[in-house]
């Protein structure tokens, strides 16, 4: 089997065929070109022609334009005057006005002045009758002799253990000298002595607080003292 080039040869080997070719064509047109006689060149020919000049012409102004017409006046016609309309007849609903009454005559006489009237004098005004100071309130009593209201018990215990105080009491008295409801103010330390002076209260009598001759309830200040003497 014959051995084949490689086609990478062929691919290097082929612009310088190209080339070698390209110088073979123009070595052929130069030789054929040079064996041909040479053509007769005929220089152009010049012709001129005679031009006559135009005469030369001034322009010339335009004409005038006429001014435009002035607008006239538009007469405006007269109104031709309507004729009054005649009058319609009196209607029988027409109403008439009544004729006017004539102006009574004025008296200029001049108008006798009144006279004048006494004008009353002011009656004196009311003395303010004196306020009657209200009359005094006589507190209650129960150190009466006639009461014979008990002392308060000692309690026993009280004494031995030599407990002693002033108690207060709000006691409010009704107008018949009985006792209607009663309140501690101020204890005197002790329970015992405290229980002990209310009891006594609430059993005792009062000569009821007046304003005048007349009794009035009234809230009074009881005091009770326990005292211990040996």
């Known amino acids: ?7 990478n040869l062929f691919r290097q080997a082929a612009p310088f ?3 070698g070719a390209a ?15 040479p053509t007769p060149v005929i220089p152009p020919s010049v012709v001129g022609q005679l031009v006559s000049q135009a005469p030369v012409t001034e322009p010339q102004p335009l004409p005038m334009q006429p001014e435009p017409p002035r607008p006239k006046p538009v007469v405006k016609p007269r109104p ?11 209607s029988e609903r027409a109403v008439t006005a009544p004729p006017a009454e004539p102006e009574p005559p004025v008296n200029n006489a001049p108008v006798p002045a009144e006279p004048l009237q006494p004008v009353p004098a002011a009656a004196p005004a009311p003395t303010p009758s004196p306020k009657a100071e209200p009359e005094p309130v006589a507190p209650p009593r129960s150190d009466a002799s006639h ?3 008990p002392a308060p018990v000692y309690p026993a215990q009280s004494r031995r ?7 207060l009491f709000d006691v ?10 009663i309140r501690l103010k101020r204890s005197s330390g002790y329970a015992r002595l405290d229980e002990a002076a209310l009891e006594a209260v609430r059993r005792w009598r009062y000569v009821p607080a007046k ?7 009234y809230w009074y200040v009881q005091p009770i003292d326990f005292e211990y003497s040996s």
Not at 80 to 90: D, F, I, R, W
Not at 211 to 217: K, Q
């Open 172 to 181: 409010y008295i009704l107008p018949d000298g009985s006792v209607g409801e």
């Open 211 to 217: 304003r005048g001759d007349e009794p009035i309830p």
């Open 23 to 37: 110088h073979l064509v123009l070595l052929w047109l130069a030789t054929t070109a040079l064996a041909r006689s």
């Open 1 to 7: 089997m014959p051995a084949t080039a490689p086609p």
């Open 80 to 90: 031709t005057p309507v004729p009054p309309l005649p009058k319609a007849p009196p």
């Open 147 to 149: 009461l014979n209201n």
């Open 17 to 19: 065929a190209l080339v």
């Open 161 to 167: 253990l030599r407990e002693e105080g002033r108690v």
